[in-house]
């Protein structure tokens, strides 16, 4: 694959990340939790920034903007419907909207329910897209803004991606996202047996995330709602799959 891809964890249990397109050099960073721990790691890699790709406006992922732009000033982009209450964008976006980052077509997706306006970026050519609260590794995100049935739509929109697609998303979450997911699913293997990796990446102090979506396609309860053992578990046979996801995630809320 002619693109780099690190991972920066941030803060307490946040993940930022740089793309880096081989060819021309352009290097995108998405989300911005902290200026220290990028600026250093851009210095190490003797990287030159040229993007910001902001998915929320959430202070854990903008609140670096300022800071790191002062040293390493980039382009930003980030959702138009979220412009007021994101960092000066120099691109404002919205949903199947396309720009081009080195010679490659970025594509942008709405995919809200964490906060009205979030979006993801999907790199085609990278195989990889940022979901940062969207779509979480055995997880979503908490639906502080949005409702139940929009986040079950955005799932969709990412579940139609490639399957080989590499998802990086915003949070080190997977091991309670684990926990919780085994209580709604606890009869299937591929979750049984991630359950176990994650737990033992965790005490090797390794990160969880990326993952791929053909492995959340067959792990992740937020994915599965249309799963027959799932609506068993839950005495949901004869619901929709919207009403399904939404009893999962809230009882993920109260986990
Ligand atoms: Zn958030
Ligand atoms: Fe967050």
New binding site residues.
Partial sequence: MPFDLVTIPCLSDNYAFLLRDQDSGAVALIDVPEAGTISAKLKELDWTLTDIWLT?H?D??IQGVADLTANHPARIYGAKADAHRLPALDNALVEGETFKFGGHDVQILDVSG??VGHIAFYVPAAKTVFT??SLMALGC?RL?EGTAAQMWESMQKLMKLPPETIVCS?HEYTQSNAKFALTVDPKNDALISRSREIDQARKDNKPTVPSTLSLELQTNPFLRPADPGIRAQLGMENATDTQVFAEIRARKDSF
């Fill in positions: 929320h959430h854990d992922h964490h906060t940062a609260d995100g502080f915003g």
